[in-house]
């Protein structure tokens, strides 16, 4: 494989997943360590994706006080928040996880719409923090540095001990068989513990992430009350899904 495709290949996988590990790319581009450590450093250089310890984030993961974008299929990540705030009555007690999607929610989250909202997200609690009648309560914890979120024992035990009525939760795997799927412990058993809060589950991904699959599972499909991608429900990308008692957005 030429640098370049390499390259490609990489990025590919850091838009999607937003964020990846170098041991999982050398694996599956059947290269060493050291080369594609170089090639995250040559790509980190053109500001294409930022190197991080063991891995690369992308750009559209880190943010700041301006709208990103640099944001991965920000137009389906904007359809998926559209339907997502559908379900949003008022008076409900929400969590919005973290990532791009769900900042996405909380950007277009109506100003006229009352709401309690739990959070793990720097990003998501500063978006909702100028919405005078949504009411921000962020879950601390230690903070990871790339996801811009609180875990550790802190945050969960902060989680059990509320209920919410929904929440909306993005992962970085979903696979209709191995269900929702990570590859960072740490934010495995925040998520787990969001689920255990929550009256009900929303999953808030685009199409791309169906069918796939990492090394620590978050839950079985049949957790998630609630599917939400950019497709209509119909799509025959869906069909393995509706197998499941889960609703399909």
Known sequence: MLKEERQQAILSEVDLHNRILLTDIAEALDVSIDT?????????????LRKVHGGAISMGFMTNSTRNSNIYKLDDKVAIATKAV????????????GGTTCLELARIIPENLNLTCFTISLPVAMELSSKDNVNVISIGGQISKEAQ??????????????RVDYSFIGTGYVDA??????????IVQIKK?????????????????LNSQHRYKTCDINSINTMITELNPDDPLLNAFKNHDIKLL
Do not use: P, Q
């Open 36 to 48: 594609v450590r170089r090639d995250v450093k040559e790509l980190d250089a053109d500001k294409r």
């Open 177 to 186: 068989v191995y269900g929702l799927t990570e590859f960072d412990w740490d």
């Open 193 to 209: 513990a969001v689920i255990k809060a929550s009256k009900k589950t929303v999953l808030l991904s685009i199409s791309e992430k």
């Open 86 to 97: 559908g379900m949003l009555r008022n008076g409900a007690v929400i969590f919005l996880d």
């Open 149 to 162: 979120i609180s875990i550790g024992a802190n945050a969960i035990h902060h989680l059990s001990e509320i």
